[in-house]
């Protein structure tokens, strides 16, 4: 009985299995369906090769735009970070417009873009509340200006430090003086002690340099105080100083003060370190290092 219904359901299956296959040949494969559904596909085809042609050519429009922005901007001597920050918003902005327009274009209604915007606004802010808190940084960075294009900064927190060349929506980038870039989140350098080193035009030139004990004192500050007026860059309208700052366990330790043009500072630094060791060792000043003395008795 069971071999009879299995031999009879087999041959159902087969018969309907054909008539599926013969049915499906017959609907689809026709040159009447196709003609009846030839201008539904030549409409879709259309809307999408005039959605592509209107993203091609809006695309080279905002470029075009935000060329002459930054053009106008840097006629007008707007800061370059501002000139930045403003041509990349501009060209977010009109791209998320482009592809909501594209959108539309194809039936999706306006009201149903702003139902989405609206019920994924909580994901979508905790999910980009980084990129936010970067954003609102690169704003802050631009209306109190910190720092600007060409600033030399160091970041606290994470002992980061460079030229800036470029202020972003979201990230600072860094140069540092053997050519590395450094890109630095907009909220990490709001949220964080920076040192501007290059936002005054002048800088205070400090060394510190320790002679010993038998050493003269007064020749020694001589010296330092020589050497200062020689430099071509220490500004001599400034006050300059040589003290003595400590009476330290091995030796004195002198200081000298001197103003330099921000540009000139480490050069000069350098120089007058080594023009220092010089001096002393022609005039036979000391400059001690650490050593103990033993005595037996």
């Known amino acids: 009985m069971s071999i009879f219904l299995a031999d009879v359901l087999g041959e159902v299956g087969e018969t309907l299995e054909k008539e599926g296959l013969q049915g499906f040949f017959e609907q689809y494969l026709t040159w009447d369906y196709w003609e009846a559904k030839l201008p539904l596909i030549g409409n879709f085809a259309g809307r999408v090769l005039l959605a592509i042609l209107v993203y091609v050519i809006a695309s080279k429009l905002i470029h075009k735009l935000c060329k002459i922005i930054v053009a106008s901007m840097k006629r007008a001597n707007a800061d370059t970070g501002v000139t930045q920050f403003v041509s990349s918003f501009v060209k977010a902005t009109l791209y998320g417009l482009l592809i909501i327009t594209i959108a539309t274009s194809f039936g999706v209604k306006e009201s149903s873009i702003a139902a989405l915007l609206a019920s994924s606004g909580v994901a979508i802010g905790l999910a980009l509340q980084g990129g936010l808190s970067n954003l609102a940084g690169g704003v802050i960075i631009l209306i109190l200006r910190p720092f600007v294009i060409g600033d030399y900064i160091i970041e606290c927190t994470d002992k980061q430090e460079g030229t800036v060349v470029k202020i972003d929506l979201f990230y600072t980038t860094l140069s540092t003086v053997d050519n590395r870039r450094i890109t630095i989140p907009n909220g990490n350098l709001t949220s964080a002690s920076i040192v501007n080193v290059t ?10 340099v320790e002679i010993s004990y038998s050493s003269d004192l007064k020749k020694a500050k001589g010296i ?21 700052d400590e009476l330290g366990a091995s030796g004195i330790m002198l200081g000298l003060r001197a103003w330099v043009n921000t540009d000139q500072y480490w050069p000069t630094k350098w120089r007058l370190n080594e023009e220092i060791k010089l001096a002393f060792d022609e005039e036979n000043i000391e400059i001690p290092f650490p050593q103990m003395d033993v005595h037996i008795r």
Not at 199 to 208: F, G, H, M, P
Request: hydrophobic share 40%.
């Open 199 to 208: 936002a005054r035009d002048q800088r205070k030139l400090e060394i510190k």
């Open 224 to 244: 330092l105080e020589r050497l200062l007026h020689e430099d071509e860059n220490i500004l001599s309208d400034q006050e300059m100083q040589v003290f003595v």
